[in-house]
């Protein structure tokens, strides 16, 4: 079974501030990670795919990086509305997709 | 645009049955694998299960032999049938969908909230 850790579980982070986020996966996944952010009463909205492949309409100041087993999310400038939960997901090790725990994102 | 809107969520008792839906719009239903994916309270996403575009399903090992997922690809809805609930069912489920399998889910619904409580 692959295990996710996403670190830290909580970042504190000021409005136009950096922030980066990590994803540890037991073994490796190649490429195959994904990342959402998830907001209280939304839906998760797909941020990046394929490790580094951002979705579409998705701001160029949200970044991914990595394989095989480190990944990482980075925001370059944070704006309010980048304050939320972000999840990292596997889609390699079928039939499971397994969903790190989540790093939230909070205004410093 | 793509637009998922689950249904049928609500406050059951220990043991009992519920059956969730989620109707799709604005993208061609029968093409993609969906899923349901689950939020308990305070804990992150949980994968449930997933049918495919010509019906194979899988389930998470917790969620196996009390949920199943079907569809209905003329009603472009999807549907999980829970029974013998139990109060750490309780959670918000979402469907969603991916291209292919294994994949990324590329489109999530709002969630639907269930309660299993006496």
């Known amino acids: 079974e692959i295990v996710m850790t996403q670190s830290p579980a909580t970042l504190s982070v000021s409005p136009g501030e950096r922030a980066t986020l990590s994803c540890r996966v037991s073994q490796s996944v190649n490429s195959n990670l994904a990342w959402y952010q998830h907001k209280p009463g939304q839906a998760p909205r797909l941020l990046i795919y394929g490790a580094s492949t951002r979705a579409t309409g998705i701001p160029i100041r949200f970044s991914g990086s990595g394989s095989g087993t480190e990944f990482t999310l980075t925001i370059s400038s944070l704006q309010s509305e980048d304050f939320a939960v972000y999840y990292c997901?596997?889609?390699?090790?079928?039939?499971?997709?397994?969903f790190g725990q989540g790093t939230k994102l909070e205004i410093k | 645009q793509v637009q998922l809107v689950e249904s049928g969520g609500g406050v059951v008792q220990p043991g009992r049955s519920l059956r969730l839906s989620c109707a799709a719009s604005?993208?061609?239903?029968?093409?993609?694998?969906m899923h349901w994916v689950r939020q308990a309270p305070g804990k992150g996403l949980e994968w449930v299960a997933i049918i495919s575009f010509d019906g194979t399903t899988k389930y998470a090992d917790s969620m196996k032999g009390r949920f199943t997922i079907s569809r209905d690809n003329s009603k472009n809805t999807l549907y999980l049938q829970m029974n013998n609930l139990r109060p750490e069912d309780t959670a918000v489920f979402y469907c969603?969908?991916?291209?292919?399998?294994?994949?990324?889910?590329?489109?999530w619904g709002q969630g639907t909230l269930v309660t299993v409580s006496s």
């Open positions: 969603a969908r991916t291209l292919g399998i294994p994949d990324y889910f590329d489109y």
């Open positions: 604005g993208f061609s239903f029968s093409s993609y694998a």
């Open positions: 997901q596997q889609y390699s090790n079928w039939p499971s997709f397994t």
